[in-house]
């Protein structure tokens, strides 16, 4: 099993930034890609970044490449979302999982956090 544990979300003015961590635990945690989604009311959850778990390397929805930068850290089996220029339409909980990288593109993972919301006011 692995548990995901998000923090750092909270209300923000359009414009603004925030960086929100999920913290992994679990034994098997390090050895999945993690990644990034949203879901606002009314809608489905969203893609928005992942970052696989041998070598690092990266991808973006379209709706948040260049805004947005998922990051981690291995010591402390952490991962981060680094959202600048927030924009009200980006007000959603914000999710994070554990999976395969390919596979989280199509909105699949193994392993969800219990969400973090984000509100951004215009």
């Known amino acids: 099993q692995v548990q995901l544990e998000e923090s750092g979300g909270g209300l923000v003015q359009a414009g603004g930034s925030l ?47 260049g ?7 291995n010591a402390k089996n952490t991962v981060f979302l680094q959202m600048n ?10 999710y994070c999982a554990a999976g395969n990288y390919d596979r989280m593109w199509w909105r699949e993972a193994n392993y969800w956090g219990q969400g973090t919301q984000v509100t951004v006011s215009s």
């Open 67 to 73: 805004r947005f930068t998922i990051s981690r850290d």
């Open 19 to 65: 960086r929100l961590s999920c913290a992994a635990s679990g034994r098997t945690s390090s050895t999945y890609s993690k990644g990034w989604f949203r879901q606002a009311p009314g809608r489905d959850r969203e893609f928005l970044a992942a970052i696989r778990w041998s070598g690092g390397s990266t991808r973006y929805a379209d709706s948040v490449k």
């Open 85 to 94: 220029n927030l924009k009200p339409e980006d007000t959603a909980v914000y």
